[in-house]
């Protein structure tokens, strides 16, 4: 797959690299690869496996010890300049959100520091200028 297909690879890899060294010691994520061509068999299975349309690109979880001064699931969503949440993306930041989880649409790796700083996350590193 070309990079002009996946305009979110690079920015994808980058954020990776911050929250490898970022997240404090007690913190875990992982991204989730949903995105991209599938055959029908692969996305048959995925959804009969309980994927879903619009989940978020890294799910980031933190100690429930820590609630309520830091948000202990965040969703990250990372989208390319000029491009928009789909509605299954909305749908899903709806739903979290109602529940009083944070979700985030990001665009660079500074609006994944500024989520969580937000979300109250005690970083080991900042993105340098």
């Avoid at 048959?44 to 010890?65: E, M, N, Q, T």
């Avoid at 520091?113 to 005690?122: D, E, I, K, S, T």
Wanted: glycine letters at 6%; one cysteine or more.
């Amino acid at each position: 797959m070309t990079r002009r297909n996946r305009p979110e690879d690079a920015l994808h890899i980058a954020v990776a690299s911050y929250l490898h060294v970022a997240l404090p010691t007690g913190w875990v994520w992982s991204t989730v690869d949903m995105g991209g061509k599938r055959s029908k068999v692969e996305a048959a299975l995925l959804k009969a496996k309980g994927a879903r349309k619009g989940f978020p690109d890294i799910v980031i979880f933190g100690p429930l010890r820590d609630w309520p001064d830091t948000r202990p699931v965040i969703f990250i969503e990372l989208k390319a300049p000029g491009r928009l949440l789909t509605d299954e993306q909305q749908r899903f930041k709806d739903e979290v959100t109602a529940l009083g989880w944070s979700f985030w649409c990001c665009r660079s790796v500074d609006d994944v520091a500024f989520a969580l700083h937000q979300a109250g996350v005690p970083l080991r590193a900042e993105v340098a200028a």
